[in-house]
């Protein structure tokens, strides 16, 4: 029975399997990390192409049912991913997954903290579609914004949504993550650039001089303020947010 509190819906479709793998471009040299190996069809794909494969997955009926079927050079990790110390792990060169729907936010945020070269990852289509969002769209959100300043992104292909157990509500994407060797601006404080972040967009509607009286205080000297924080592209949130942080450090 598939375990829905999971938020897993399984890719079962191998040649879209097929193509995420090769999208990855592996050799023999790459340690692989997958998140929710599901049924593992990602998952034996990846043994036959990669030197390792580290999958996390936190079904423990699906981790009974994968143990028997995957070679030796899969580490199959029982576990939440989005609690584990990813410094803990073998080090990975690349990240393939179809994603668990319901933490493809807070995963997503965890990879970008990460180092790694490359990851292929399936997410539903309303998800990848604010990872490239422009401003002044619906889809543009914070997680726009933090991918902007750590990575490259694009979508390379969408997956109907009949690829997969059970059916979702709409169709996915295979989307393209690159990190950045050099964030795309420079920030003064990544923490603080991030709350900022967050809090505006928690307050998307609101022009930016009340968001920040209300929780910095009323610094009348920033610029934007008369602006709604979807009217700012990523390096404008970041200016904004390196003004804030020296007049809150005087």
Do not use: W
């Not at 790694?116 to 990872?131: C, E, W």
């Amino acid at each position: 029975m598939v375990r829905q509190r999971y938020g897993q819906h399984f890719l079962i479709d191998s040649s879209v399997a097929r193509r995420e793998v090769a999208y990855a471009g592996l050799s023999k040299e790459d340690v692989v990390l997958e998140i929710g190996p599901g049924k593992g069809i990602i998952t034996r794909l990846l043994a036959q192409q990669a030197k390792q494969v580290i999958a996390i997955e936190i079904d423990p009926l699906l981790i009974k049912g994968l143990v028997p079927t995957l070679p030796d050079n899969v580490s199959l990790l029982h576990a939440d991913a989005c609690c584990v110390d990813f410094q803990t792990l073998p080090r990975f060169t690349k990240i393939v997954s179809n994603l668990p729907f319901q933490i493809s936010s807070p995963i997503t945020f965890k990879f970008l903290a990460t180092s790694f070269s490359k990851a292929i990852l399936i997410y539903q289509k309303d998800f990848a579609q604010r990872l490239i969002a422009s401003p002044e769209t619906k889809e543009y959100s914070r997680l726009t914004v933090g991918v902007a300043y750590k990575a490259s992104c694009r979508i390379l292909e969408e997956v109907p949504r009949i690829c997969f157990s059970p059916q979702p509500s709409i169709d996915s994407c295979i989307v393209e993550m690159v990190p950045l060797q050099t964030p795309r601006f420079s920030v003064e404080n990544e923490e603080f650039f991030f709350d900022v972040t967050k809090q505006l967009f928690t307050h998307r509607r609101k022009k930016i001089r009340h968001t920040i009286k209300a929780i910095y205080g009323p610094f009348e000297q920033l610029p934007y303020l008369e602006k709604r924080v979807e009217q700012l592209t990523p390096e404008q949130i970041g200016m904004l947010s390196n003004q804030l942080y020296r007049m809150t450090k005087q």
